[in-house]
């Protein structure tokens, strides 16, 4: 009996969330809705489905060139500041580094810093340096919300990780750098792989720099082209729903296929202590 | 250990990071504060020292003080709406043996789906004519992001879908840590669910909903997108934050200084509420 309890309280929050999620499927269903039903409600579900709008979305609108952009541009920002990102957190972990407790503190404040205080003048830099409308400008930018974000989630991860370890690699005989690739970088995977995956979702959805310093589609990203979608008298709802839905793909894989990775750094970066 | 590395490793690992840091975060940081002192228009050339002008012009605009309206009722409401919803979702969440990862999933999945994409979801919901919001109100015709009584909620609810689940599931975590026995000990203590929930659960969710509060804070007053795309800071300025004025003044308008202004005020306002808390935080015992 108090099983069976457990059992339709587990399903009940189970419907819950996806009514919450509704949002998103509601969406979902509209990207496959015949064009002459879009405006009619009631019915609720379409007489038919269709994938005419991802047809028009793919043939007709930059959306499959801003994909490409947004999987470039996320994935150098996620390698370079994994890269750097690394390389000062095990400093910062395991070195005297003059200033230390300054320039941690100094990272920790710029994950706070607003974007809009400093898209004016990484506007006029950009602007000099006649990277608008680059894919390495969109890189920088990103780089400084992802640098001290990856800094501080891996910094957390790397004092989990014994210096006895290294101290006794250091006994066997193994130097620094071996060390660092055969002992700290194994133990290191699921932290390094949890930064990284949050770094390209947060370049992934990234709006106001991409917004600002883009111009064309040789740079622009996906969240810009969906923003600037064009319709010509209507707006086009379903092929902007279309739109949406491949906007959400790598969002949906990491909550689906990689969430354990996505969680950890989610909550390490809010619960560090 | 640390006697063992030779002197001045540590600085070669570092630079490379801080150089990065230094061309991106802090210079900008420092030079929008001398923008902010500027009249600055850059189409026509125009760059000249004005001192605190800027300043004094938002001191006395109604814009301003309208944006600092809008964007106080947007922090303090979706905060708190975020923070009873989530932890009334973690509670929800936490007694669950079946299907967690597909329940973490749906949640998650409002949190993770890029800000513009969450703005076209809630326009076409909220599409007076055809939208299911109003199909769900009885047929109602009522034009959401149009009527300036309507779009602050409008745009409330939505960035509160957006991003409840990040305090759901942080609460989530510390449910899930706390140990059985406590409970089964309020039980034989006699304590009903309520009881159990006041005096139990919801101090040791003290510190977490303490941080919760200080994150969700520092991104409802740094918002821009959602606002930008969903209402554009309209109908009628209903809508414009403070990161919407600045966006607008910076580049539609052009007053680039202007625009830096305000940009600098957030930035003083997000550090000003991150030290406050970091503070109460530390008189709550945690090194945040």
Not at chain 1, 230 to 241: K, L, N, T
């Amino acid at each position: 009996m108090r099983r069976e309890r457990g059992r339709l309280r587990d399903g009940l929050v189970l419907v819950g969330l996806t009514a919450y999620a509704l949002p998103f499927f509601w969406q979902a269903l509209t990207s496959l809705k015949p064009e002459a039903e879009l405006m009619l409600l009631p019915p609720l579900l379409p007489s038919r489905l269709t994938l005419e709008h991802y047809r028009v979305v793919f043939e007709q609108s930059v959306m499959l060139r801003a994909m490409v952009n947004s999987l470039g541009v996320g994935a150098i920002t996620t390698v370079l500041a994994l890269t750097l990102g690394l390389g000062a957190a095990y400093a910062f972990a395991r070195y005297a580094v003059p200033g230390k407790r300054f320039l941690l503190l100094l990272i920790v404040a710029g994950t706070a810093f607003p974007q809009i205080a400093t898209v004016s003048p990484l506007y006029l830099l950009m602007r000099a340096l006649e990277l608008r409308d680059t894919w390495l400008g969109l890189i920088l930018a990103n780089a400084s919300f992802a640098l001290p974000l990856v800094i501080w989630l891996l910094a957390g991860f790397l004092s989990e990780v014994p210096v006895q370890l290294e101290e006794a690699a250091a006994v066997d005989g193994a130097g620094r750098l071996r060390t660092f690739w055969w002992v700290i970088l194994p133990l290191m995977a699921p932290g390094l792989a949890s930064a990284a995956l949050l770094t390209f979702l947060f370049s992934w959805n990234e709006f106001l720099f991409a917004y600002t310093f883009t111009a064309t589609e040789a740079s622009r990203t996906v969240p810009v082209a969906l923003a600037l979608f064009p319709g010509v008298f209507e707006v086009p709802w379903g092929d902007i729903a279309a739109a949406s839905m491949l906007a959400s793909l790598p969002p949906l894989v990491l909550v689906i296929a990689l969430q354990r990775f996505l969680l950890r750094g989610l909550l390490a970066g809010a619960l560090r202590e | 250990m640390r006697a063992l590395a030779p002197r001045g490793t540590g600085l070669v690992l570092v630079a490379p990071a801080l150089v990065v840091l230094a061309a991106v975060t802090a210079f900008p940081a420092l030079w929008v504060v001398w923008l902010s002192l500027q009249r600055r228009v850059p189409i026509f050339g125009i760059a000249e020292f004005e001192g605190l002008r800027n300043y004094v012009y938002l001191a006395a605009d109604p814009r301003f003080w309208s944006a600092a309206r809008v964007t106080l009722i947007f922090t303090v409401v979706s905060v708190g709406l975020e923070l009873v919803l989530g932890l009334m979702v973690a509670l929800a969440l936490a007694g669950q043996r079946r299907g967690l990862r597909a329940g973490i999933a749906l949640l998650l999945l409002a949190w993770a789906l890029p800000a513009v994409v969450t703005a076209k979801l809630f326009e076409w919901l909220y599409n007076p004519a055809a939208g299911l919001v109003n199909y769900l109100l009885g047929g109602a015709r009522l034009n959401w992001l149009g009527d300036p009584t309507l779009a602050l909620p409008g745009l409330i609810f939505a960035d509160v879908w957006r991003t409840m689940p990040f305090v759901a599931l942080l609460c989530l975590a510390r449910l899930r840590g706390i140990p059985a026995e406590v409970y089964e000990a309020a039980h034989v203590d006699g304590a009903g669910p309520v009881a159990t929930l006041l005096r139990i659960t919801l101090p040791l969710c003290r510190q977490i909903l303490l941080i919760a509060v200080l994150f969700r804070t520092l991104d409802a007053l740094r918002a821009f997108d959602l606002m930008f795309i969903l209402t554009g800071g309209g109908p009628a300025g209903t809508t414009e934050t403070f990161t919407v004025y600045a966006y607008r003044s910076l580049f539609q308008t052009l007053h680039l200084g202007l625009g830096s202004a305000i940009g600098v005020i957030v930035f003083a306002l997000v550090m000003l509420v991150a030290w406050g808390y970091l503070r109460a935080l530390g008189r709550e015992g945690i090194a945040a």
